[in-house]
């Protein structure tokens, strides 16, 4: 049975040392740099970096569940886009009555090419990050110890609540509910089946906030950590890195702009 | 020392029209056992709520009277001041975890965390905790997959980590096994000789008689009796007010079994001395 | 619900009462999503729990269930999706303050709710997807439309929104609705009740 439906997974790895902060950092730079700049390659290359960052850590199998979910979209966008993108055209090939249109086609992989950046980079980070370091960083930050732990129960509750899903299902099937057949059976379906989750999970609340306030959670104190994350060494040198990649960015971009930079690099 | 005043107590939920908490008083000790007996709905969990201030600072309503513990008026003061002095364990072991710790040693320290506690007074008092209660090979377990005795001592060590002087358990072991049930009540053991004010709300009565130095008997929001449990127990209209005595008791009431001061027995052990006692009367005689 | 509520809607304090309901409406979110998928229906039905905290625990309960209904889901399985917590957030106070001026009540109010809800949604949701799909939504039905429209271009990408969206957050709405008034008052109290003094 699953108890966290978080995607972390701890492997000792170079990232698992680092801090979420540079992580994070990274995902910025990685969704940011591209967009900037232009062009394919900067995106292939970010891609590049984050499958070696996450083959590095041993979690890029991981990786796949998450591309199969945006996949569909991804693979429904590019066919809309090829064949039916407005405006002028140029003929790639034609399927029956449909005209795959070059522009189009060359828009999508625009996109499918950002997301999947995104996509990667974000793994980067998720794949590699405990949430309770996740709520550490941000408390330490200033974020509300309160709000911090609603992020990190979240990870542990929803399977809670979703394993209970299953059993109501069958219980409501017995009492012979109908599950399949036309589109007015099956909303009629829904309502006995979610209100007993929500029912239980309400009257849950009541007694978990008593659990917790009888725990200090309203407490005023300046909260402390059981366990502390230290970072690697190679903390601060990484940000740091990250920075000054970012800043020649936007330098390369600017000059680009204002045509001072030379034609070779343009 | 925790000296618990209670003083005409009177409480109405929100939206509800009769008083759940009618006119108590009394008064509560530093180290005293008191188990809290009544039928369902005689005011029991809310009682024990009262003490935290929970009614009426959680559940807003209509209150009245006082609860003072060492002198603060619980109702002027807040749930996080007052659990250092007073914890509280309930019945579902389920709904006490907080959800966001994966190991039993770290859900432990919730409340430490959030009062600041230093990483090394924190280790020391989880440890001391776990042994106490017997559960320090769970240590590294996940919390959602304990047994329910374990979860309800893993609750219960939540508790004492925070160093309350007294403890209150509302029905904490009502959805147990026999098993479970007998863990949490060794616990309670240990609990009890450390000298913690205990108050104990439970339908296992025979616990109850063996447990308390006092027993308080509510009904529908009052407190009809708060003595020992050989009074309580001895009493005639037990029945009216939906609670039964110990079984020795009932068998010593029907075979008329009464000590020197007209009182019946509520444990094997007491029935026993009494019993030898007659005896050897009798081949005196 | 019945009645319009007291004071600010903004100024609400979260007690703890209000902050563990974010967890409960966020399981609603995702079972309410884990059901509709089951039974096929062609709605997304992924944000009852975040309606039902607003009319609970008020508009700020409502847009932090939602944002984070959407954080989590971007952190364990699609991370686009995160970007869109600003949609779920928008209905999430929308719907609170409805419900802070006694509007989700009757069968009109509801409905109105309902509208104005997914418009939000079109509203936020839109310009989200053009940046990161090219307008397209990935539900058949809008883009289908979308598609027949020429896949471009602002207008085209809200109506393959607004497909999906209006009929789903109309629904969302009546549901919610009609569980929120079998919610047992004692729970309802937790977070609107007043204190009296007895003495």
């Given at each position: 049975?699953?108890?966290?439906?978080?995607?972390?997974?701890?492997?000792?790895?170079?990232?698992?040392?680092?801090?979420?902060?540079?992580?994070?950092?990274?995902?910025?730079?990685?969704?940011?740099?591209p967009?900037?700049?232009?062009?394919?390659?900067?995106?292939?290359?970010?891609?590049?970096?984050?499958?070696?960052?996450l083959?590095?850590?041993?979690?890029?199998?991981?990786?796949?569940?998450?591309?199969?979910?945006?996949?569909?979209?991804?693979?429904?966008?590019?066919?809309?886009?090829?064949?039916?993108?407005?405006?002028?055209?140029?003929?790639?090939?034609?399927?029956?009555?449909?005209?795959?249109?070059?522009?189009?086609?060359?828009?999508?992989?625009?996109?499918?090419?950002?997301?999947?950046?995104?996509?990667?980079?974000?793994?980067?980070?998720?794949?590699?990050?405990?949430?309770?370091?996740m709520?550490?960083?941000?408390?330490?930050?200033?974020?509300?110890?309160?709000?911090?732990?609603?992020?990190?129960?979240?990870?542990?509750?929803?399977?809670?609540?979703?394993?209970?899903?299953?059993?109501?299902?069958?219980?409501?099937?017995?009492?012979?509910?109908e599950?399949?057949?036309?589109?007015?059976?099956?909303?009629?379906a829904?309502?006995?089946?979610?209100?007993?989750?929500i029912?239980?999970?309400?009257?849950?609340?009541?007694?978990?906030?008593i659990?917790?306030?009888?725990?200090?959670?309203?407490?005023?104190?300046?909260?402390?950590?059981?366990?502390d994350?230290?970072?690697?060494?190679?903390?601060?040198?990484?940000?740091?890195?990250?920075?000054?990649?970012?800043i020649?960015?936007?330098?390369?971009?600017?000059?680009?702009?204002?045509?001072?930079?030379?034609?070779?690099?343009? | 020392?925790?000296?618990?005043?209670?003083?005409?107590?009177?409480?109405?939920?929100?939206?509800?029209?009769?008083?759940?908490?009618?006119?108590?008083?009394?008064?509560?000790?530093?180290?005293?056992?008191?188990?809290?007996?009544?039928?369902?709905?005689?005011?029991?969990?809310?009682?024990?709520?009262?003490?935290?201030?929970?009614?009426?600072?959680?559940?807003?309503?209509?209150?009245?009277?006082?609860?003072?513990?060492?002198?603060?008026?619980?109702?002027?003061?807040?749930?996080?001041?007052?659990?250092?002095?007073?914890?509280?364990?309930?019945?579902?072991?389920?709904?006490?975890?907080?959800?966001s710790?994966?190991?039993?040693?770290?859900?432990?320290?919730?409340?430490?965390?959030?009062?600041?506690?230093?990483?090394?007074?924190?280790?020391?008092?989880?440890d001391?905790?776990?042994?106490?209660?017997?559960?320090?090979?769970?240590?590294?377990?996940?919390?959602?997959?304990?047994?329910?005795?374990?979860?309800?001592?893993?609750?219960?060590?939540?508790?004492?980590?925070?160093?309350?002087?007294?403890?209150?358990?509302?029905?904490?072991?009502?959805?147990?096994?026999?098993?479970?049930?007998?863990?949490?009540?060794?616990?309670?053991?240990?609990?009890?000789?450390?000298?913690?004010?205990?108050?104990?709300?439970?339908h296992?009565?025979?616990k109850?008689?063996?447990?308390?130095?006092?027993?308080?008997?509510?009904?529908?929001?009052?407190?009809?009796?708060?003595?020992?449990?050989?009074v309580?127990?001895?009493?005639?209209?037990?029945?009216?007010?939906?609670?039964?005595?110990?079984?020795?008791?009932?068998?010593?009431?029907?075979?008329?079994?009464?000590?020197?001061?007209?009182?019946?027995?509520?444990?094997?052990?007491?029935?026993?001395?009494?019993?030898?006692?007659?005896m050897?009367?009798?081949?005196?005689? | 619900?019945?009645?319009?509520?007291?004071?600010?809607?903004?100024?609400?304090?979260?007690?703890?009462?209000?902050?563990?309901?974010?967890?409960?409406?966020?399981?609603?979110?995702?079972?309410?999503?884990?059901?509709?998928?089951?039974?096929?229906?062609?709605?997304?039905?992924?944000?009852?729990?975040?309606?039902?905290?607003?009319?609970?625990?008020?508009?700020?309960?409502?847009?932090?269930?939602?944002?984070?209904?959407?954080?989590i889901?971007?952190?364990?399985?699609?991370?686009?999706?995160?970007?869109?917590?600003?949609?779920q957030?928008?209905?999430?106070?929308?719907?609170?303050?409805?419900?802070?001026?006694?509007?989700?009540?009757?069968?009109?109010?509801?409905?109105l709710?309902?509208?104005?809800?997914?418009?939000?949604?079109?509203?936020?949701?839109?310009?989200?997807?053009?940046?990161?799909?090219?307008?397209?939504?990935?539900?058949?039905?809008?883009?289908?439309?979308?598609?027949?429209?020429?896949?471009?271009?602002?207008?085209?990408?809200?109506?393959?929104?607004?497909?999906?969206?209006?009929?789903?957050k109309?629904?969302?709405?009546?549901?919610?609705?009609?569980?929120?008034?079998?919610?047992?008052?004692?729970?309802?109290?937790?977070?609107?009740?007043?204190?009296?003094?007895?003495?």
């Amino acid at each position: 049975m699953k108890k966290s439906i978080s995607l972390y997974e701890e492997k000792h790895s170079f990232l698992n040392g680092l801090s979420p902060e540079t992580k994070l950092l990274y995902v910025v730079v990685a969704i940011a740099i591209p967009v900037m700049i232009g062009g394919r390659i900067p995106f292939i290359a970010f891609m590049a970096i984050s499958i070696g960052l996450l083959i590095d850590s041993k979690v890029l199998y991981k990786a796949k569940t998450i591309i199969e979910v945006s996949g569909f979209i991804l693979i429904t966008v590019v066919i809309i886009q090829t064949f039916f993108r407005g405006g002028n055209y140029t003929e790639l090939f034609r399927l029956g009555p449909l005209v795959a249109r070059k522009e189009g086609f060359e828009y999508s992989m625009g996109i499918l090419l950002n997301v999947l950046n995104i996509i990667f980079c974000f793994c980067v980070f998720v794949l590699t990050t405990k949430p309770s370091d996740m709520m550490q960083e941000m408390v330490k930050h200033g974020a509300s110890p309160r709000l911090g732990y609603v992020f990190v129960s979240l990870f542990q509750i929803i399977p809670q609540m979703t394993e209970h899903t299953s059993t109501i299902t069958d219980a409501q099937r017995s009492r012979g509910m109908e599950t399949e057949g036309s589109l007015g059976t099956r909303i009629k379906a829904f309502l006995p089946l979610i209100s007993p989750v929500i029912m239980s999970s309400f009257m849950d609340t009541k007694e978990r906030s008593i659990a917790l306030e009888v725990r200090g959670f309203s407490s005023k104190a300046k909260k402390t950590f059981l366990e502390d994350f230290i970072p690697s060494k190679y903390d601060s040198k990484i940000r740091m890195i990250l920075v000054i990649i970012f800043i020649s960015s936007v330098v390369f971009v600017i000059l680009k702009a204002t045509g001072v930079l030379p034609v070779w690099l343009r | 020392m925790a000296e618990i005043v209670i003083n005409n107590l009177r409480y109405r939920y929100p939206e509800t029209t009769r008083l759940a908490l009618n006119g108590i008083t009394c008064q509560i000790h530093q180290g005293e056992f008191i188990g809290v007996i009544g039928r369902n709905g005689a005011g029991k969990s809310t009682f024990s709520q009262a003490l935290l201030g929970l009614v009426p600072n959680f559940y807003h309503g209509a209150y009245g009277g006082s609860v003072t513990i060492d002198g603060v008026n619980v109702k002027e003061s807040s749930v996080d001041e007052l659990c250092q002095k007073v914890g509280l364990v309930f019945q579902n072991p389920f709904n006490q975890i907080t959800g966001s710790k994966l190991t039993v040693y770290e859900e432990i320290a919730f409340g430490l965390e959030n009062f600041g506690v230093p990483s090394d007074e924190m280790h020391r008092r989880i440890d001391n905790a776990m042994e106490l209660l017997d559960i320090s090979e769970l240590k590294n377990r996940v919390p959602y997959d304990l047994s329910g005795g374990q979860m309800q001592r893993m609750a219960l060590a939540g508790i004492i980590v925070m160093e309350p002087e007294v403890i209150v358990m509302d029905e904490p072991t009502s959805q147990l096994d026999p098993q479970g049930s007998e863990e949490v009540f060794r616990a309670v053991r240990a609990l009890k000789n450390q000298g913690k004010t205990i108050i104990m709300i439970e339908h296992k009565i025979e616990k109850i008689a063996a447990y308390s130095d006092c027993v308080m008997l509510l009904d529908d929001g009052k407190l009809v009796a708060m003595d020992t449990p050989k009074v309580i127990f001895s009493r005639d209209d037990l029945a009216k007010h939906g609670v039964c005595a110990p079984t020795y008791t009932q068998i010593c009431r029907e075979l008329n079994i009464r000590d020197r001061d007209g009182l019946f027995p509520v444990t094997l052990e007491e029935t026993r001395a009494l019993l030898d006692a007659d005896m050897k009367e009798r081949v005196s005689r | 619900m019945a009645e319009r509520r007291t004071g600010s809607p903004w100024t609400t304090k979260m007690s703890t009462a209000s902050l563990v309901l974010i967890p409960a409406a966020i399981g609603i979110n995702y079972v309410g999503k884990l059901f509709a998928s089951m039974l096929k229906l062609p709605l997304w039905l992924d944000s009852i729990g975040t309606c039902l905290s607003a009319c609970l625990a008020g508009p700020l309960v409502g847009a932090l269930s939602g944002f984070l209904t959407n954080l989590i889901y971007g952190l364990t399985m699609d991370p686009i999706s995160t970007v869109y917590g600003l949609t779920q957030a928008g209905i999430g106070i929308v719907v609170g303050l409805m419900a802070w001026y006694g509007r989700v009540n009757k069968a009109p109010g509801i409905l109105l709710t309902g509208l104005l809800a997914g418009l939000t949604a079109i509203c936020i949701s839109t310009p989200l997807n053009m940046i990161f799909w090219g307008g397209s939504t990935g539900n058949v039905w809008g883009d289908a439309v979308f598609a027949a429209m020429g896949s471009q271009g602002f207008l085209a990408s809200a109506v393959d929104e607004l497909i999906v969206d209006l009929p789903d957050k109309i629904v969302v709405l009546f549901i919610t609705a009609g569980i929120y008034k079998v919610l047992p008052r004692s729970l309802v109290s937790l977070y609107q009740a007043k204190d009296e003094s007895l003495d």
